[in-house]
């Protein structure tokens, strides 16, 4: 489903299945490669999981031949995550959060300088709202944007994680065009995980925040649960 590739849905499937194949953002028509996918098992019936996961993506090349399709295809980025290691997600996260607080607390202008760095975020879910930025882009921003040293050791952190997580990736080549009237000059190659992260409290969309993030809500996120990250936004729209 579109968006699905996310720090939430991904965290709560860690001990359900092996391997997430989503975007970070949409996928339109054509969809995946079926034909493609349904024919590779049928030649080898006992496909491995991890196999079958990059034959999803891979798969994607294929359907370049058809022009209709193209435009769509390009603006898409999608992966393939192993999620036996998702669980390292949560410490990352969670000395991120302290590191931002920690900081902001000591730096009253610092919130500002996070406010303008959101800003260029490209939001992952621009069809429905805007509040899903990635995580890559998030880390590496906010430690060339601040001073703050510990982000040095975070960045580092993270991308010794996306190795071990990403399977296959596909990312087109038009992925931050499709939102002409906001320009994304320096975004970075996104990394396979988006995060919660509204850059104004008018990006928060109540029924999603009550249902699903605040502490008091019915079917709460098992991965707010586990993380200090609500706490840093809150203080950051505060």
Known sequence: NCYMQNSTTAYALRNCVDFLVAPE??????????????????????MKPKRLAKKAVTSLKELFFNDEFKKNINEWAIF??????YYLLIGLVNDLSDTLLSAMAKNKTLKGQIEDIRADFFPFDWGVSTYMVDVNNCIRKLNRGLNVPELDEIQARYQSFEKKIVVKKFIGNNLYTPMPQID??????????TIYFPATKNDIIAHVFHTFISEEATSRSSFFSNTNWLRFICQFLS
């Open 80 to 85: 393939a995550i192993h999620l036996k290691e």
């Open 25 to 46: 953002g949409i996928i339109n028509e054509p969809g995946y490669n079926y034909a493609a996918i349904l024919a590779s098992v049928m030649v080898e019936p006992e």
């Open 184 to 193: 994304y000059p320096d975004n970075f190659v996104p990394g396979g995980i």
